[in-house]
């Protein structure tokens, strides 16, 4: 096959230098890298283009691929001017400069003022800076900005709040967020707006307020599901609770009551362990992986108890076959067992909390029983999104606490048993990795799954 004439040959340009070059002439290869960035694209001829000298030299220097000296095969004159300009500004930014102490800087109070120097040009060889105009501009930039923010937390909160709820309405999540919430409203002097958005195990209402802007202007109704459980319980969530939520603080804590009917042999809790090892009973919860399902397979681990599940559609329901005879055993918490306990329709064998319940003060806690570790409550909290400024977690955090302070809050608290626990963001954002280091393993173990 005829050779292509030597005008037809392909174009080559070297991209690296040339092994065993000299390091002056490598070091002038690299000064030159702006220019090879077009060198495959056409141009008009550059009279004064340095690459055509250097490329001589390159080819008395080594041997290698052809070099081409051609100046119409590199870019633009605009690009040869642009790297000049761009090398003017890094040989002004690093001139030395010395400090000039003003006697007023404008706008920075106090000592800071006198402490502050403005960066100017020196010949002298001292050492220093330049703050540039680009570098100018984005300091004024971002300090508007920060400014902007300041001024933004200040106003806090500038209209209405959600507060979105991930149960249906009349339950207990939705009774406490409204009652909170009208409190919260007098505080912030802003409406605070209930919104329930119930399904998937509160996985909706999550990704909702996840998702929502930093702002402080969202909050989300929490509990063990969607912070503890839901990782575990999901292979695959539209949030990270660990990472897209911060804590403003609790609501309170549901003690949970394990109780029989009056007429169940077993005379206490020791009783029923004994029993259950000849016959195991079968006891009932609210629903599968609910705080009352995982509370009890904790306790059968840590007590010997042998009892198989029954799960539920709510606590009313396991209550009622309870009574009915269809089940043996409940666990069942504060705000749902309390009225039973009290009027005498079931008999409560302990209570799983750190100390007694004072409106059940009879009924003794499996600590005292000789079980320390067996503890777990039902507890509910608010979260915003995670990266809300810590000002406005903290306003956040002062309504919340002024709000279930309040005597209507704290009645009904009373009333069901309810235990107040005033954890700052902080502490209740420990208080969660606790509470998800002993019970996601758990979950784990025992294999349950909510989305298979």
Same mark, same amino acid.
């Given at each position: 096959m005829r050779a292509a004439p030597p005008h037809r040959e392909p174009r080559r340009c070297a991209a690296s230098p040339p092994p065993a070059l000299d390091p002056a002439l490598r070091a002038e290869w690299q000064a030159l890298r702006p220019f090879r960035r077009h060198e495959r694209r056409p141009g008009r001829p550059l009279g004064t283009d340095p690459r055509p000298r250097l490329d001589a030299r390159l080819r008395a220097?080594?041997?290698?691929?052809?070099? #081409?000296? #051609?100046?119409? %095969?590199?870019?633009?004159?605009?690009?040869?001017? @642009? %790297?000049?300009?761009?090398?003017?500004? @890094?040989?002004?930014?690093?001139?030395?400069?010395?400090?000039?102490?003003?006697a007023v800087t404008p706008d920075i109070p106090g000592d800071a003022a006198r402490a502050a120097p403005m960066m100017q040009p020196d010949s002298t060889g001292a050492g220093g800076t330049m703050l540039g105009r680009r570098g100018l501009i984005g300091g004024?930039?971002?300090?508007? !900005?920060? &400014?902007?923010?300041?001024? &933004?937390?200040?106003?806090?909160p500038e209209r209405p709040l959600r507060w979105v709820v991930g149960?249906?309405?009349?339950? &207990?999540?939705? !009774?406490?967020?409204?009652?909170?919430?009208?409190?919260?409203?007098?505080?912030?002097?802003?409406?605070?707006?209930?919104?329930?958005?119930?399904?998937?195990?509160a996985v909706v209402a999550s990704e909702t307020v996840a998702r929502a802007a930093p702002d402080g202007h969202t909050l989300l109704t929490v509990d063990n599901g969607i912070l503890v459980y839901n990782p575990a319980l999901y292979a695959r969530l539209p949030y990270d609770p660990d990472r897209d939520f911060q804590g403003v603080g609790f609501i309170g804590r549901f003690p949970l009551f394990i109780v029989v009917r009056p007429d169940n042999p077993a005379r206490d809790f020791a009783d029923l362990v004994a029993r259950s090892?000849?016959?195991?009973?079968?006891?009932?919860?609210? &629903?599968?992986?609910?705080? %009352? %399902? !995982?509370?009890?397979?904790?306790?059968?681990?840590?007590?010997?108890?042998?009892?198989?599940?029954?799960?539920? @559609?709510?606590?009313?329901?396991?209550?009622?076959d309870l009574l009915g005879g269809a089940l043996e055993v409940v666990c069942i918490d504060t705000s749902t067992g309390l009225p039973f306990i009290r009027d005498g329709k079931v008999r409560a064998l302990c209570v799983l909390g750190e100390r007694r319940s004072p409106r059940a003060p009879e009924v003794p806690t499996l600590r005292e029983l000789g079980h320390p570790e067996a503890v777990a409550y039902g507890w509910q909290g608010v979260s915003v999104p995670a990266g809300t400024?810590?000002?406005? !977690?903290?306003?956040?955090?002062?309504?919340l606490l002024a709000g279930v302070a309040a005597e209507e809050v704290q009645a009904r608290f009373r009333d069901l048993g309810i235990e107040d626990a005033p954890l700052d963001p902080e502490a209740f954002q420990e208080f969660v990795r606790r509470e998800s280091a002993l019970w996601r393993p758990l979950i784990r173990e025992l294999g349950i799954r909510l989305d298979s």
């Amino acid at each position: 096959m005829r050779a292509a004439p030597p005008h037809r040959e392909p174009r080559r340009c070297a991209a690296s230098p040339p092994p065993a070059l000299d390091p002056a002439l490598r070091a002038e290869w690299q000064a030159l890298r702006p220019f090879r960035r077009h060198e495959r694209r056409p141009g008009r001829p550059l009279g004064t283009d340095p690459r055509p000298r250097l490329d001589a030299r390159l080819r008395a220097a080594t041997t290698g691929p052809p070099w #081409r000296a #051609r100046p119409e %095969h590199y870019g633009r004159s605009t690009t040869i001017a @642009r %790297h000049f300009r761009r090398l003017g500004r @890094r040989r002004q930014q690093a001139r030395p400069v010395k400090e000039v102490r003003p006697a007023v800087t404008p706008d920075i109070p106090g000592d800071a003022a006198r402490a502050a120097p403005m960066m100017q040009p020196d010949s002298t060889g001292a050492g220093g800076t330049m703050l540039g105009r680009r570098g100018l501009i984005g300091g004024m930039a971002a300090a508007g !900005l920060a &400014a902007g923010t300041a001024r &933004a937390q200040a106003r806090f909160p500038e209209r209405p709040l959600r507060w979105v709820v991930g149960y249906p309405p009349g339950g &207990a999540s939705d !009774l406490f967020a409204r009652l909170i919430a009208a409190q919260m409203a007098v505080s912030l002097g802003q409406p605070v707006v209930v919104e329930n958005r119930p399904g998937g195990g509160a996985v909706v209402a999550s990704e909702t307020v996840a998702r929502a802007a930093p702002d402080g202007h969202t909050l989300l109704t929490v509990d063990n599901g969607i912070l503890v459980y839901n990782p575990a319980l999901y292979a695959r969530l539209p949030y990270d609770p660990d990472r897209d939520f911060q804590g403003v603080g609790f609501i309170g804590r549901f003690p949970l009551f394990i109780v029989v009917r009056p007429d169940n042999p077993a005379r206490d809790f020791a009783d029923l362990v004994a029993r259950s090892k000849v016959q195991a009973p079968n006891y009932g919860s609210p &629903a599968v992986a609910s705080p %009352h %399902h !995982l509370a009890m397979e904790m306790v059968k681990r840590r007590t010997g108890l042998v009892a198989t599940h029954v799960p539920y @559609r709510g606590g009313p329901a396991a209550m009622h076959d309870l009574l009915g005879g269809a089940l043996e055993v409940v666990c069942i918490d504060t705000s749902t067992g309390l009225p039973f306990i009290r009027d005498g329709k079931v008999r409560a064998l302990c209570v799983l909390g750190e100390r007694r319940s004072p409106r059940a003060p009879e009924v003794p806690t499996l600590r005292e029983l000789g079980h320390p570790e067996a503890v777990a409550y039902g507890w509910q909290g608010v979260s915003v999104p995670a990266g809300t400024p810590a000002p406005v !977690l903290a306003r956040l955090h002062e309504a919340l606490l002024a709000g279930v302070a309040a005597e209507e809050v704290q009645a009904r608290f009373r009333d069901l048993g309810i235990e107040d626990a005033p954890l700052d963001p902080e502490a209740f954002q420990e208080f969660v990795r606790r509470e998800s280091a002993l019970w996601r393993p758990l979950i784990r173990e025992l294999g349950i799954r909510l989305d298979s």
